[in-house]
């Protein structure tokens, strides 16, 4: 039995391999926007599911040793494909770059580990909707991206929506934490403008390899300052976590590589429905009136904006 059923595994991998190359045939054919934000939704949904095995990690660890490990099993994860192409295949041209990228991000994640313990999931995401207008605003201003007005109106809409959701818990009890949370907004846009700038002249898989190193190197020495050892169940977690992580941030720097950044961020705003379904499927966090009124309004632009970007711009009259 053994033997047939290695052999019918066998015979299934021609067709399996043919669907492959079909589907990936027909994704080709789309067009470079449409591409960018499917990479983009992937990123989206790989990032909630992260996000929420890293809250339930920040609130039995501390917050920077849940930062390192996050990162260094990100880096194992990645260690096979290295070896396996060589760690020439990996140098990059611009290691100042990376560290510099590394930095930033290191930066930003402080901020998220330390406020994320005392934020629901959806509200954490939720806030995290103003980094677009800080990403779009400086792909127009640093690379020069054509700002069409559809999307400033998108995420515009996009950011209303967030301020329906966020405008209660400020004057609520741990505002403080969701105006630290809200901080980490233009830090992370500033990562995400200098990953736009690497994917220049660097492949997708090297910066996600160099950004696990260098938040890796960078978050060590807070870490071992209120070190405690895992338990099993927190080792495995932080397995997916390094296998989330580093999935997320390909789809991610896939759907930089292929589209204007500033499009991408559209359909960022989905992630909320992603986070609410999570967080209340966890952590038994019921989203709150704002969170589904505003959960609508972005939904609403996110659908909105892909339908036009699908498109493309109108086509300009010739006097």
């Not at 995400?192 to 997708?204: A, D, V």
């Not at 992603?274 to 709150?288: E, N, V």
């Given at each position: ?18 669907h ?12 470079p ?84 313990p ?12 103003t ?19 559809e999307?400033?109106?998108?995420a ?21 934490y969701s ?12 990562s ?13 898989a ?20 209120a ?46 429905v ?15 009136q ?17 339908r036009?970007?699908?498109?493309g ?7």
């Open positions: 039995m053994a033997v047939q059923d290695g052999g019918s595994l066998r015979a299934k991998r021609p067709m399996l391999m043919r492959a190359l079909l589907w990936h045939k027909r994704a080709s054919r789309l067009d926007v449409v591409r960018g934000l499917l990479w983009s939704v992937m990123a989206g949904l790989t990032f909630a599911v992260l996000n929420a095995l890293m809250r339930g990690l920040a609130l039995q660890l501390d917050p920077f040793q849940t930062q390192f490990l996050r990162y260094l099993f990100g880096l194992l994860v990645m260690l096979p494909l290295v070896l396996r192409a060589g760690l020439a295949a990996y140098r990059p041209r611009n290691i100042a770059g990376q560290f510099a990228r590394g930095a930033v991000h290191s930066f930003g994640l402080a901020l998220w580990f330390i406020a994320v005392h934020i629901t999931l959806a509200d954490t995401t939720a806030i995290g909707f980094g677009p207008i800080f990403i779009m605003i400086g792909a127009a201003l640093v690379f020069g991206e054509k700002m069409r007005w999307r400033w109106l998108a515009l809409i996009g950011l209303a929506g967030v301020l329906i959701v966020v405008a209660p818990k400020l004057s609520a009890t741990g505002g403080g105006l630290l949370m809200l901080a980490t907004a233009p830090v992370f846009a500033a995400f403008l200098i990953t736009k700038g690497l994917t220049r002249y660097e492949r997708p090297v910066i996600v390899l160099w950004q696990s190193i260098t938040v890796t190197v960078i978050s060590l020495p807070l870490a071992l300052i070190w405690r050892a895992p338990t099993a169940a927190q080792w495995l977690a932080f397995l997916a976590c390094g296998i989330l992580g580093s999935a997320g941030h390909y789809f991610l720097t896939r759907s930089f590589s292929i589209a204007d950044i500033s499009a991408t961020q559209s359909v960022k705003f989905l992630d909320l992603w986070a609410s379904l999570l967080g209340w499927l966890i952590f038994t966090d019921r989203p709150s704002s969170t589904l009124i505003g959960g609508v309004v972005i939904c609403a632009s996110t659908i909105w904006i892909a036009r970007e699908a498109r711009p109108a086509p300009q009259k010739i006097a």
